[in-house]
């Protein structure tokens, strides 16, 4: 069969109104969406905020902070915090392998805002890099497996102990040291998969523990107090960790490389791995290979 981008658009709002039966996935894809529309044009603000910070400073790119100085800057990081309660709220209500993948949305946004405002041009495959980005996430929410419910952070602190993904975790902390402090060094400057492994591997650690964050959230709101648990404070103590440390490197990487390449190489990494993580951590490899093959 020849694929047809407008048969995939179709079977993708088919999707979404059937998805209406669940009001919960209703409101973690709405978050979702709106979450693009910050996120993606918080890399514009703030790729203007450092450029602008650099030239009275010293470069983020370069270990320089001078950006914490610059009201632009500290605009786009106020709109991505939005985009990122956003999409926090939003893995309360819906699967992560559900939400994750809209994020390609972003990648539109920031692709169209470099290209005017900051006047970035973004070449052919560029074009059809984010073309791909989008097809390749709206066939993940086509055929995104269900996602068992979850009554407690207890439950999500089980799975997270399991010896699979422990491993993962081993695996993730491992590669982020061995790219901090040998490959970064090196190749920071140079080439731009360093910067956006670390703050790919460290993000689908971030997921994982705002899934349960979101969770416990979403129980205390219903009656059932959940920050009762030390647990969810583990949790919460890992998303802030991470998140400094991914907004650390994000920014070395925006005053590096261009934005409207950042964006999508960003999403792509970070995507592949929170898939990679959800699969082991919830256990569904097997309905979600099985769901992206043919019948």
């Known amino acids: 069969m020849i694929f047809s981008p407008l048969l995939v658009g179709i079977r993708f709002w088919v999707f979404l109104f059937q998805m209406a039966a669940s009001m919960d996935n209703v409101r973690g894809l709405a978050l979702a969406l709106s979450s693009s529309f910050f996120i993606g044009s918080s890399f ?32 786009g990081m106020i709109t991505m915090i939005f985009g990122e309660v956003a999409n926090f709220a939003a893995y309360a209500f819906a699967p992560a392998i559900l939400v994750t993948p809209l994020g390609a949305l972003s990648i539109i946004v920031s692709a169209v ?33 269900q996602e068992k419910a979850i009554h407690s ?9 399991e010896p699979g993904f422990i491993v993962y975790t081993c695996l993730v902390v491992i590669s982020v040291l061995v790219l901090i402090f040998v490959f970064v060094p090196c190749y920071g400057q140079s080439h731009m998969w360093v910067y956006i492994g670390i703050c790919s591997l460290t993000g689908s650690l971030t997921v994982m523990c705002v899934k349960a964050v979101g969770i416990a959230l ?23 960790i991470c998140c400094l440390m991914q ?28 898939i990679i993580a959800s699969m082991i951590m919830f256990k569904n490899p097997v309905d979600f290979v099985v769901s992206l093959c043919p019948s």
């Not at 450092?50 to 500290?74: D, I, M, Q, T």
């Not at 984010?130 to 086509?142: A, E, N, P, R």
């Not at 952070?153 to 102990?161: I, P, Q, R, S, Y």
């Not at 979403?218 to 998303?239: A, D």
């Open 44 to 75: 514009i603000v703030k790729k203007k905020g450092l450029k602008r910070a650099g030239n009275y400073g010293v470069r983020a790119g370069s270990g320089g902070h001078s950006y914490l100085y610059e009201p632009l800057w500290w605009v």
């Open 113 to 145: 805002l470099a290209h005017f405002i900051l006047k970035e041009k973004l070449h052919i495959f560029g074009v059809l890099g984010c073309i791909l980005c989008v097809v390749g996430s709206t066939s993940i929410v086509l055929h995104a497996p």
């Open 153 to 161: 952070v207890k439950e999500v602190w089980f799975l997270a102990t």
């Open 218 to 240: 979403k129980l205390t709101f219903e009656g059932t107090n959940q920050f009762v648990y030390l647990q969810t404070w583990f949790f919460t103590v890992v998303v802030v």
């Open 247 to 274: 907004m650390n490197y994000l920014n070395k990487a925006l005053d590096t490389f261009n934005t409207a390449v950042i964006s999508p190489v960003y999403y792509v990494m970070f995507t592949s791995f929170t």
